[in-house]
């Protein structure tokens, strides 16, 4: 192509070649050498795999953390989980029976400072030290059902328990008139015991009379040794009860 020339004071046209840009540094030429992690931010090399390896390692531990106290939350608040060990509450709960115990109203009766009082019936978990009736040492937990409560008077005699109160002066029998026993699976209550209960005290009876370590033995609980009540039998799953 031949030159042209133009007047002097023309604008010269622009150029129609596309430009062309070189660099002695590849990090220009390589647009592949930077990338980025999941966080947006550029990382190069094994330096930054090696960060987002340690973030996620952290991560990883701060979740550990949260459900770890999560979990000690729950049992130490709401529920927990048990293992029945022993025949006393047979039939209605048989040894190795997986249990999930109820600890909300302890744990609002704690909260608000009053006292927590199960109803009659309820089976209960409480921590009991007193054991040396039954021959056994040291503080255990304790799975019983609820048959006194506080300021009533107990008394075990020919084989039957009589609970007297205000409203009931002339006394009742639990065992006969509550719902816990319609089928007439317990057992006649042994002994002979005469307990008037304090306003911060229940009596606790195992469900297998003849077989049982109860208040008959190391006499009334107090309130405050309650952890919770018996809400559900998971285990075995073919037998799963709500209580």
Not at 228 to 233: F, M, S
Request: aromatic letters at 6%; one cysteine or more.
């Amino acid at each position: 192509m031949q030159p042209t020339l133009t007047p002097p004071g023309t604008p010269t046209p622009p150029s129609t070649e596309t430009p062309q840009v070189t660099s002695s540094d590849p990090q220009l030429l390589d647009p592949t050498h930077i990338t980025l992690d999941d966080s947006g931010e550029g990382t190069q090399g094994d330096g930054g795999q090696q960060h987002s390896g340690w973030r996620d390692f952290l991560g990883f531990v701060g979740i550990l953390a949260i459900a770890g106290m999560l979990a000690l939350f729950l049992i130490t608040f709401v529920f927990r989980s048990y293992a029945v060990d022993g025949p006393s509450m047979e039939s209605t709960l048989q040894h190795q029976d997986k249990l999930i115990i109820w600890k909300i109203p302890r744990t609002l009766a704690k909260i608000t400072g009053k006292q927590y009082v199960p109803n009659r019936g309820d089976v209960i978990i409480f921590s009991e030290s007193n054991l040396g009736a039954c021959g056994q040492e040291g503080e255990r937990e304790i799975i019983k059902r609820v048959i006194g409560l506080p300021g009533e008077r107990v008394i075990v005699s020919n084989n039957v328990i009589t609970v007297y109160n205000a409203e009931q002066p002339g006394g009742f029998q639990p065992d006969k008139t509550l719902p816990y026993n319609k089928d007439n699976r317990i057992p006649e209550t042994t002994g002979d015991t005469d307990i008037t209960l304090h306003d911060n005290q229940i009596f606790v009876s195992g469900d297998n009379r003849p077989n049982s370590c109860d208040s008959r033995a190391f006499g009334p609980i107090q309130t405050n040794q309650i952890i919770g009540k018996l809400v559900l039998r998971l285990l075995p799953a073919n037998n799963i009860t709500v209580f």
